[in-house]
């Protein structure tokens, strides 16, 4: 075989063993490389799910309230607020619940 220059061109001879190991240590030094991005990456998943979660939470919350203030718009919901505040109508009679001391309560 003659080359461009007109001499004999060599053939690279390289042995499995040698190969392999060059293969390898291009593998391991592109996991290095690779490593650092994929766990960004893989951080990153996790805080938008993290957040995700925390955003539907949120709007539960957010639609239980609108719920609610819709209900206290109401005539039924103001006297219903108004009575679990401890106000009565004209005629009502007011309870009052005394919790009584327990024995372990009164020795202490």
Wanted: hydrophobic share 35%.
């Amino acid at each position: 075989m003659t080359g461009p220059a007109g001499g004999r061109r060599r053939r690279l001879i390289l042995h499995p063993p040698v190969f392999l190991l060059l293969v390898g240590l291009v593998l391991v030094v592109a996991a290095v490389k690779l490593w650092g991005p994929m766990s960004t990456a893989r951080r990153q998943r996790e805080a938008l799910a993290s957040l995700h979660t925390e955003k539907t939470a949120q709007q539960e919350e957010q639609r239980q309230l609108q719920e609610y203030k819709r209900g206290q718009a109401s005539d039924e919901g103001q006297e219903s607020a108004a009575r679990r505040d401890g106000y009565v109508r004209d005629g009502d009679r007011r309870l009052v619940f005394v919790r009584e001391k327990s024995k372990k309560q009164e020795s202490e």
